[in-house]
């Protein structure tokens, strides 16, 4: 979290609740440069607001120039937060001197003259599709922003060069358990969390022999991948 960034979004007027929230969330996930990645389900799970009103207000901070978006084909989306930019809308009045509007009226017909109603010949057709749920798509793993990160917190492990069809299944197969996991945020944290175990980093020994050092492919594995999340080797 940038307390420079937190500290420029929080007296900032002139939008709702909602779009409020979901600035304020951006900014948290934020460094000193306002570039945050945090997946509209993260912002939506931290805000309690529905995924729809999420990128509902996302668009609209962009719109007044709080935040600029850009797109990474297969990996997650980088916001930019910019609140010296911002330009809250300004409400319409009309010109001191502005004719008002004209009235419009419309002729009652005579109390005596016939009502013509004319009836539809056959049932409406149901909208196509009308009955079929919207299919909401998961977010694509960014398998080599989780492989960078990794290389990153961790340059003591033997760096990841290769992505092989083996990783990339298992990395997706954990990105998918969860929706916790679907941030790469949390991929921070995980890698954050096994470079504080000095079991796992290999600086003490459990049963006395020669030290257990782990690495990327053990990190990923199913089981493994409970037990440190679970905190069992930061104990």
């Not at 307390?3 to 948290?28: E, F, H, N, R």
């Not at 912002?43 to 509902?56: P, Y």
């Amino acid at each position: 979290m940038s307390t420079i960034i937190m500290s420029l979004c929080w007296p900032l007027q002139g939008m709702s609740g909602p779009q409020k929230a979901v600035l304020i969330s951006l900014a948290d996930n934020a460094n000193d440069e306002g570039v945050c990645w945090p997946s509209v389900a993260r912002i939506s799970e931290r805000t309690c607001l529905a995924e729809r009103t999420v990128q509902a207000a996302i668009k609209w901070l962009g719109q007044v120039g709080l935040l600029s978006v850009r797109e990474r084909m297969g990996r997650s989306t980088i916001y930019t937060l910019t609140p010296a930019s911002y330009a809250p809308p300004q409400a319409a009045h009309p010109a001191p001197d502005a004719p008002p509007p004209p009235q419009l009226t419309t002729q009652t017909p005579a109390a005596a003259a016939p009502r013509t109603v004319i009836e539809p010949s056959s049932e409406p057709s149901p909208l196509v599709g009308a009955e079929q749920p919207t299919k909401i798509s998961k977010s694509k793993c960014p398998t080599q922003a989780i492989v960078d990160l990794f290389n990153a917190t961790i340059p003591e492990f033997p760096r990841v060069m290769l992505l092989t069809k083996d990783r990339i299944a298992k990395v997706n197969a954990r990105w998918n358990e969860s929706d916790v996991h679907q941030d790469l945020s949390f991929w921070a944290e995980y890698f954050a969390l096994v470079r504080s175990s000095e079991f796992l980093m290999g600086k003490v020994s459990a049963s006395g022999g020669s030290p257990f050092r782990c690495n990327f492919d053990w990190l990923i594995a199913p089981s493994n991948f409970v037990k440190v999340v679970e905190g069992n080797y930061n104990a």
